[in-house]
């Protein structure tokens, strides 16, 4: 038996590694980059279950429901439904691994984050998904002395390799060496979202390239709901990307304007006189979007945080203010700043059972590159859970199924400069912007039939233009399957909104798979599964 | 803004180093050294101040927002983050220098290889053998403790600091401290143990390492917390919060 090859040494990586290795699995670790470098540790406000802590009669069941309402009903609820029946033992653990969460009298505090009901999410200060990561590198660096764990960290994914519909390995390429190595075995990819299709665009790395993605799309592997992308209504622009500014910046009593007549116009407020500058996040943005396209504002939105109280900017926004004039060479107490939205967070991706399993034998994936849990729509702070708990159920699954009576083979694989096929370029920055910029101009916080179809359109006469490599191509090809997506849900949810059917549509509540057939991209719809009566207690 | 940028460049880990000079214009006052080199990568005909083609500077980054350590680099003789780097803090000057770290082997470029800090970690044995927790007095420690980036800035400038010496430096002293302070009784001779032979016999104390944490992290405290609880056997944190 060949060791489990994990791709991608974030949060789902880790988590998919440490439980291999605590039911006696061996695993190969590896990533581009190494764990302190991945996206995970970019993650501020927190992680979400339902410990009750706060008094107000939490429970598990409620974390249900509104993380399925956040997803517009799209997600798959028995997969939905361990996720947040366990979420609380996950937060235990981290706490047993020394995360100092935020504490009151011993007991970890609960905040409130967009889109749900109660109080429940834990968090260590504003840097929840740095303090979260260095305790679980460390508990994966017991396993990696143990030798259940080998790491290759400046290691990138070339392809998989499939036989008959089945995972049998993954190639890699050593980025010190240029030598590459077929790892035998099965693969979990842990590869994060897709940020490197939309360069300067996102709030995440630039690590995440998206070529594992594409790859692997165009090997043959399902995606689903790719047209589900997450916008932030408040970024601001940094060089190379976008920085997130807090959705707290709004709680603590920052207010959205833009310039309309020569004068500020608080354009959230007047429309949403309940709720103003808290109405949730896709919300804002669209707000945001219809308000510049407007013959009579500006062209910019602005935030302003000039009336927020000394000690809100000593005590809870020090860190944002310090970031802002540091970047922006702007002073927000004093200043208003200009927001833009950004890509946040990509809810869909390689299609899963609630199992991790992929349409490919002995191929699972996990975290941010997946389309599970968050259906249409992700809560903040669910992500981070998601990685970690879908880490958990794929090494589960795996062990599950392993022969108990066969030892896992331990000779370390070569790295040669010999191989089939030459490795592949990188693909080049041009492409890469170009095709960025067709997918934006359809996939923004508002599209339409005409808009997609324009992209399109000027994706093939990009295609046609000249010869690309193998990189490129695939860039091309998920592409393709991202604007069809959304030119084929023909109605608005979550994060979808499409001005020609503005309403929700119930024949369209499905999963939206993309797959290549045939060398062309088909979509496909899949019915959701109906909640088990005792789902799974695990 | 126009600035000159000169970049100590290698092709392989066995090749020569050569200077390569670019002019980089930009009208973005916030660019940083990130910026620059992201840009020049991305432009195909950029041209040396020799009229020689560029070829693609390697590097590595990830956040671009100074929380991820990748982009450690030398700037101006200061080990720092070219994420955080602006270049109006150079404009006067007009030049820039960009080298790799040089505590480290180079692999090409501004790339070298960081892996003994992690071998390190592993060697100290730098984890919790048993489940902990942090309680209230331990909570800032073990948070200061968990911010550190592994860039390697601090083992750059510390006198004490080589690959493959037996101090492992500030890099392993800080994550050290997180376990320090939270060690189940079992563990705790043989975190002490470890601490002593690679970190406490090791450290002149002059501090260095703490001007040039990027991530600003309270070094000095942490040390007098780890030697009175390494050393001394003193309870980590003792005063209560409240
Ligand atoms: C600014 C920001 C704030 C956030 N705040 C929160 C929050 O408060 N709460 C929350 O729950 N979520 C939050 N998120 C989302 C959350 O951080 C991520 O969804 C989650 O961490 C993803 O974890 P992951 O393990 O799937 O991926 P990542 O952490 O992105 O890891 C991906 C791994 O894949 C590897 N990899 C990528 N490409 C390749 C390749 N080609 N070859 C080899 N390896 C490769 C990388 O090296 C890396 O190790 C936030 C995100 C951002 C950007
Ligand atoms: S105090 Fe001096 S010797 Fe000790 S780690 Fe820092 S730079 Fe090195
Ligand atoms: S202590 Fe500071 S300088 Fe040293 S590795 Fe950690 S973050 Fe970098
Ligand atoms: S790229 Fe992350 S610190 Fe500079």
């Known amino acids: 038996m060949n060791r489990i090859n994990i791709i991608g040494a974030g949060l789902a990586g880790l988590s998919a590694a440490i439980t291999l290795s605590e039911n006696g699995a061996l695993c190969n670790l590896i990533s581009l980059q190494q764990s302190e470098r991945a996206q995970s540790v970019l993650a501020e406000g927190g992680i979400n279950g339902a410990l009750n802590t706060m008094g107000e009669d939490d429970n598990v069941e409620n974390h249900f429901n509104d993380t399925m309402k956040g997803g517009c009903f799209m997600a798959d609820p028995n997969a939905v439904d361990g996720l947040t029946k366990n979420a609380p033992k996950v937060i235990r653990w981290l706490e047993s691994l020394g995360v100092p969460f935020n504490t009151n009298d011993g007991e970890i505090i609960l905040r409130n984050f967009g889109g749900q009901k109660k109080k429940r999410t834990a968090y260590a200060r504003s840097s929840t998904g740095k303090i979260i990561m260095s305790a679980v590198i460390d508990e994966a660096r017991k396993y990696e002395f143990s030798g259940n764990i080998i790491r290759y960290s400046h290691h990138e994914f070339v392809k998989l390799l499939i036989e008959n519909n089945t995972c049998v390995g993954v190639r890699i390429k050593d980025t010190y060496t240029d030598k590459i190595s077929d790892f035998k075995g099965i693969v979990i990819l842990a590869s994060g979202g897709l940020n490197g299709i939309f360069p300067g665009m996102t709030t995440g790395t630039t690590q995440n390239n998206g070529d594992v993605t594409a790859t692997v799309f165009s090997q043959g592997v399902a995606f689903g709901n790719l047209e589900m992308l997450q916008y932030h209504p408040t970024t601001i622009g940094i060089s190379g990307k976008r920085c997130l500014v807090t959705e707290a910046a709004r709680g603590e009593g920052g207010r959205l304007y833009i310039e309309r007549n020569g004068e500020k116009w608080y354009f959230m407020e007047e429309k949403y006189p309940e709720l103003k500058n808290l109405m949730p996040r896709d919300v804002v943005a669209r707000e945001m979007f219809f308000v510049r396209r407007d013959e009579k504002c500006g062209d910019t939105v602005y935030l302003d945080m000039t009336d927020l109280p000394e000690d809100i900017w000593k005590n809870k926004l020090s860190d944002l203010r310090e970031e802002i004039i540091h970047y922006l060479a702007i002073d927000p107490k004093t200043e208003p700043i200009p927001v833009k939205e950004g890509i946040h967070y990509f809810m869909g991706g390689i299609d899963t059972d609630e199992y991790h399993c992929t349409n490919i034998k002995n191929l699972y994936a996990v975290g941010e590159c997946t389309c599970q849990y968050h259906g249409a729509n992700r809560l903040g702070g669910n992500s981070m859970l998601g990685a970690i708990y879908g880490g958990k159920v794929a090494a589960e699954t795996i062990v599950s199924k392993l022969d108990k009576n066969s030892a896992f083979d331990d000779t370390i694989p070569e790295f040669t400069n010999i191989t089939d096929e030459p490795l592949t370029d990188e693909a080049s920055p041009v492409c890469i912007q170009e095709i960025s910029d067709v997918l934006l101009s359809g996939l923004g916080i508002v599209r339409s039939e005409r808009e997609l179809i324009k992209s399109l359109e000027l994706l093939n006469t990009l295609e046609n233009k000249h010869e690309y490599n193998l990189r490129e191509q695939n860039r091309i090809t998920l592409a393709k399957a991202m604007l069809m997506s959304a030119l084929q849900r023909k109605e608005s949810r979550g994060a979808h909104y499409r001005e020609d059917y503005p309403e929700k549509d119930e024949h369209f509540r499905k999963t939206a798979v993309a797959k290549i057939v045939n060398k062309n991209v088909v979509i496909s719809y899949r019915e959701l599964p109906e909640r088990r009566a005792n789902p799974n207690e695990n | ?242």
């Not at chain 2, 066995?14 to 050294?33: C, G, H, K, L």
């Not at chain 2, 010496?165 to 994550?175: I, L």
């Not at chain 2, 376990?179 to 601490?195: F, G, H």
Request: glycine letters at 4%; hydrophobic letters at 35%; charged letters at 25%.
């Open chain 2, 1 to 242: 803004m126009k600035i000159k940028l000169d970049i100590l460049r290698q092709e392989n880990s066995t090749s020569e180093p050569y200077r390569q000079t670019v002019i980089f214009e930009t009208e973005d006052i916030n660019a940083t050294v990130a910026t620059a080199l992201t840009e020049i990568n991305n432009n195909p005909n950029i041209k040396d101040t020799e009229g020689n083609r560029v070829k693609p500077i390697l590097w590595e980054c990830s956040c671009l927002q100074k929380k991820c350590g990748a982009c450690a680099m030398i700037i101006n003789s200061k080990p720092q983050l070219a994420c955080n780097a602006q270049l109006k803090d150079y404009a006067k000057k007009g030049t820039v220098t960009i080298e790799p770290l040089k505590k480290f082997p180079v692999v090409a470029d501004l790339i070298v290889d960081r892996t003994i800090m992690r071998d390190n970690l592993t060697n100290m044995k730098i984890w919790f053998n048993s489940q902990t927790k942090a309680d209230e007095t331990v909570s800032d420690i073990m948070y200061e403790s968990s911010r550190c980036l592994q860039c390697g800035c601090c083992l750059e400038v510390c006198p004490n600091f080589y690959v493959g010496s037996e101090f492992t430096g500030m890099a392993a002293a800080v994550p050290t401290a997180r376990i320090i302070s939270a060690v189940p009784e079992e563990q705790k001779k043989e975190i002490r143990t470890e601490y002593k032979k690679h970190i406490y016999n090791g450290c002149g104390k002059s501090l260095a390492c703490r001007d040039v944490c990027p991530a600003g992290i309270d070094i000095d405290k942490l040390l007098v917390r780890s030697n009175a609880a390494a050393i001394w056997g003193r309870k980590i944190g003792g005063k209560k919060k409240k």
